[in-house]
């Protein structure tokens, strides 16, 4: 596990200028090593620092050895995801993959520390500049203290440094425990989780966190950048520049209070049953949905939701599994028939046995069940058996009606 604490030291203007002329230097290693992997089609250190180091220390020659290394560090990182994009749009789109840009480091950049430029003794904090190594005194919050003491493993392995826009020098102190281990909840129920635009996660127990505040607030950035963007002036530019990130921090939060109530609930609860939405992207550039879907889907930040329940989960020996998402929505949780007229808004009324209920409460319930389902037919213990479903994974009495579009998912 990996925490983040920042800090913001009181230092001297000779000393800013150093660690200024040093984001300097740290961006042009960077940019250096970055050529030399992508000409010699190479994303290993040893090579990288056998073929180019001599050539960094001479452009750069007062940037410290270590901070050299921690600049190959993150090029060699950078230049990894950058292969995996353009080979991902190579297979849609080559033209563009062509066209897509090389990893770049601007000279106003956040450096990369590990454990030999920076230390910490006691509250005396030491970094590595190009004239010399730099010694302040810092004081580090107590909540982070008493949340995360030494004595549990926490130990300081690495800071992120630089500047912000009002000419203040950050330390983002980045500190490292070994995992913990908990033992997994198998004796809980399972439940399914729908996640949705109205409604950012909607539970099969019928329990609903709506997204309301998060579309107000979504509404109102929306308007003012709308109006900042036309107006063009200055000021409207300073205005774009201060509410940026306002409206991302505030989704950010919602999905942290969100998760955490699902990860600290009360109930006994061992496994909690998502939609596989890794798709969703790449319907949109299929084109398969129109203006208005695009920009809803767009601005849903459910892969945010996903990563912070799995991780708050896991702490708590919860175990978070995923499903095909396909009829999810439009599959009848009680008689398991697929009819897409069946849904009208948030509303779920079956044609075809007349059951009735929330149309995200009913999703939320065939993730639920679909898992079920797939544990049943691979030879594991079933929990939580789905309504009107055997263990063999046939239903015990034939479903009302006929299934319009297709079966449900590992039935034959």
Same mark, same amino acid.
């Given at each position: 596990?990996?925490?983040?604490?920042?800090?913001?030291?009181?230092?001297? +203007?000779?000393?800013?200028?150093?660690?200024?002329?040093?984001?300097?230097?740290?961006?042009?290693?960077?940019?250096?090593?970055?050529?030399?992997?992508?000409?010699?089609?190479?994303?290993?250190?040893?090579?990288?620092?056998?073929?180019?180091?001599?050539?960094?220390?001479?452009?750069?020659?007062?940037?410290?050895?270590?901070?050299?290394?921690?600049?190959?560090?993150?090029?060699?990182?950078?230049?990894?995801?950058?292969?995996?994009?353009?080979?991902?749009?190579?297979?849609?789109?080559?033209?563009?993959?062509?066209?897509?840009?090389?990893?770049?480091?601007?000279?106003?950049?956040?450096?990369?520390?590990?454990?030999?430029?920076?230390?910490?003794?006691?509250?005396?904090?030491?970094?590595?500049?190009?004239?010399?190594?730099?010694?302040?005194?810092?004081?580090?919050?107590?909540?982070?203290?008493?949340?995360?003491?030494?004595?549990?493993?926490?130990?300081?392995?690495?800071?992120?440094?630089?500047?912000?826009?009002?000419?203040?020098?950050?330390?983002?102190?980045?500190?490292?425990?070994?995992?913990?281990?908990?033992?997994?909840?198998?004796?809980?129920?399972?439940?399914?989780?729908?996640? +949705?635009?109205?409604?950012?996660?909607?539970?099969?127990?019928?329990?609903?966190? +709506?997204?309301?505040?998060?579309?107000?607030?979504?509404?109102?950035?929306?308007?003012?950048?709308?109006?900042?963007?036309?107006?063009?002036?200055?000021?409207?530019?300073?205005?774009?520049?201060?509410?940026?990130?306002?409206?991302?921090?505030?989704?950010?939060?919602?999905?942290?209070?969100?998760?955490?109530?699902?990860?600290?609930?009360?109930?006994?609860?061992?496994?909690?049953?998502?939609?596989?939405?890794?798709?969703?992207?790449?319907?949109?550039?299929?084109?398969?949905?129109?203006?208005?879907?695009?920009?809803?889907?767009?601005?849903?930040?459910?892969?945010?939701?996903?990563?912070?329940?799995?991780?708050?989960?896991?702490?708590?020996?919860?175990?978070?599994?995923?499903?095909?998402?396909?009829?999810?929505?439009?599959?009848?949780?009680?008689?398991?028939?697929?009819?897409?007229?069946?849904?009208?808004?948030?509303?779920?009324?079956?044609?075809?046995? +007349?059951?009735?209920?929330?149309?995200?409460?009913?999703?939320?319930?065939?993730?639920?069940?679909?898992?079920?389902?797939?544990?049943?037919?691979?030879?594991?213990?079933?929990?939580?058996?789905?309504?009107?479903?055997?263990?063999?994974?046939?239903?015990?009495?034939?479903?009302?009606?006929?299934?319009?579009?297709?079966?449900?998912?590992?039935?034959?």
């Amino acid at each position: 596990m990996r925490r983040t604490v920042s800090i913001f030291p009181e230092l001297s +203007g000779e000393e800013k200028a150093s660690i200024i002329e040093t984001r300097k230097q740290y961006a042009r290693a960077f940019n250096m090593s970055v050529e030399c992997l992508i000409n010699n089609s190479s994303t290993s250190k040893r090579f990288l620092h056998k073929v180019q180091y001599e050539r960094i220390k001479e452009e750069c020659p007062s940037l410290p050895t270590g901070l050299i290394q921690c600049a190959r560090d993150v090029a060699v990182e950078a230049v990894k995801t950058w292969n995996v994009k353009k080979t991902k749009l190579k297979q849609k789109k080559p033209k563009k993959a062509e066209r897509m840009k090389r990893p770049s480091m601007k000279e106003k950049c956040t450096m990369r520390y590990d454990v030999r430029t920076v230390t910490l003794r006691g509250s005396q904090l030491t970094f590595s500049t190009c004239e010399r190594r730099i010694k302040t005194i810092i004081s580090i919050p107590e909540f982070f203290t008493e949340r995360y003491p030494d004595s549990e493993g926490w130990k300081l392995k690495g800071a992120n440094i630089g500047m912000d826009r009002k000419g203040r020098v950050f330390v983002n102190l980045i500190y490292e425990c070994p995992d913990p281990v908990i033992e997994e909840n198998k004796d809980g129920k399972i439940v399914g989780l729908d996640r +949705g635009v109205y409604n950012i996660v909607t539970t099969s127990d019928g329990t609903h966190y +709506g997204a309301k505040d998060v579309r107000r607030v979504k509404r109102k950035y929306n308007h003012v950048r709308s109006v900042l963007q036309e107006k063009g002036t200055r000021s409207a530019k300073r205005r774009l520049k201060s509410i940026s990130g306002c409206e991302k921090r505030f989704v950010h939060d919602q999905n942290h209070c969100i998760s955490k109530k699902l990860a600290n609930t009360d109930e006994d609860v061992s496994i909690y049953v998502l939609e596989d939405l890794s798709s969703m992207n790449m319907k949109r550039l299929r084109g398969k949905s129109n203006k208005t879907m695009r920009k809803w889907l767009s601005n849903w930040s459910y892969s945010d939701l996903e990563e912070k329940l799995t991780y708050k989960c896991k702490r708590n020996g919860i175990r978070v599994e995923f499903v095909d998402a396909r009829y999810t929505s439009q599959k009848c949780s009680v008689c398991k028939t697929i009819d897409k007229a069946s849904r009208k808004g948030n509303r779920y009324t079956c044609r075809h046995c +007349g059951s009735r209920m929330h149309a995200d409460t009913n999703a939320a319930i065939n993730i639920r069940d679909n898992y079920i389902t797939r544990i049943q037919q691979s030879g594991q213990a079933a929990v939580n058996q789905p309504y009107g479903w055997g263990a063999t994974g046939k239903p015990e009495t034939e479903p009302v009606g006929k299934t319009l579009t297709s079966k449900p998912s590992g039935l034959s």
